[in-house]
């Protein structure tokens, strides 16, 4: 064996200890907050009547991009959101749990978390290189070509549950406060309010996931890839609902609250 030979775990844990790696991924957390917290106001806004846009990343991206600075501020999301993904790939490379369940279960989280965060630093790249992308469409269209497989009904139903699931997911991390497993809370009413934030915030955007898959099941039971078009179409058919505005109007502020957390978790998290 060679002696100068560094195992994958012991590399990432050297990478994790960079500060600027950690500096890096905690402006991931602040970047993710913004791009939920512009989502949210626009939810609030299409309650309202107002309008404003896609409520999903390509909206917050493209609202963004329209500000002073705007693609200084998307590049800054591109690189804290790449840093916080490679942070969360890191993780499951480090995963110790001696029961082998949870710690694939625990890898395949990680990853799935690191998958998102790209996504959104993808759409991000889009924007700050001058482009535009519509997330609903892209949704829509990997519907229909889902769907025009043999098997496709089923893979678009699978597809809708693995979200529900993950809005699920959500919804029960924030009843019973798992995100304070991340975190190291000061005590008091600091910690008090943190808490509040991440019970809301989880609570607001497992319901705004959990929509999302319930879109996808209905668009593979009705062989109708319009029905499924991610967050904003969601958001959007909640308003079609008995007191559907209201309830739209609490999910925006919910994922504005969220977007707040997100803030106090670049503090706070444990990395």
């Keep these: 064996m060679n002696p100068t030979s560094v195992s994958p775990s012991a590399a990432v844990d050297a990478a994790q200890d960079s500060t600027a790696f950690r500096l890096a991924a905690r402006a991931g957390y602040v970047v993710l907050g913004l791009v939920h917290v512009v989502i949210g106001m626009i939810a609030v806004s299409i309650a309202a009547g107002a309008g404003g846009g896609e409520a999903d990343q390509s909206g917050a991206m493209e609202q963004i991009a329209r500000v002073p600075f705007g693609v200084v501020v998307l590049w800054v999301i591109v690189v804290g959101l790449a840093a916080l993904g490679v942070w969360r790939i890191g993780e499951a490379v480090v995963e110790r749990d001696p029961d082998a369940k949870r710690r694939w279960g625990r890898r395949a989280k990680e990853v799935g978390t690191a998958a998102a965060y790209f996504a959104i630093a993808g759409t991000a790249l889009v924007y700050a290189l001058g482009g535009s992308s519509d997330s609903s469409e892209s949704t829509r269209t990997f519907t229909a070509d889902l769907l025009a ?76 890839p319009e029905k499924a078009g991610g967050l904003d179409a969601a958001l959007r058919s909640m308003a079609e609902l008995p007191f559907g505005r209201v309830l739209l109007w609490l999910v925006g502020a919910g994922l504005v609250i969220y977007g707040v957390y997100c803030f106090a978790r670049a503090r706070y998290a444990r990395l």
């Design 149 to 224: 497989n043999p098997a496709g009904v089923v893979l678009v139903v699978l597809l809708g549950l693995l979200v529900l699931g993950v809005g699920v997911a959500f919804v029960v991390r924030g009843a019973r406060r798992d995100f304070e497993k991340q975190l190291s809370l000061p005590a008091g009413a600091v910690g008090g309010g943190i808490r509040a934030l991440g019970v809301v915030g989880y609570v607001a955007k497992g319901v705004a996931v959990a929509v999302v898959g319930v879109l996808f099941v209905i668009a593979a039971l009705t062989h109708d």
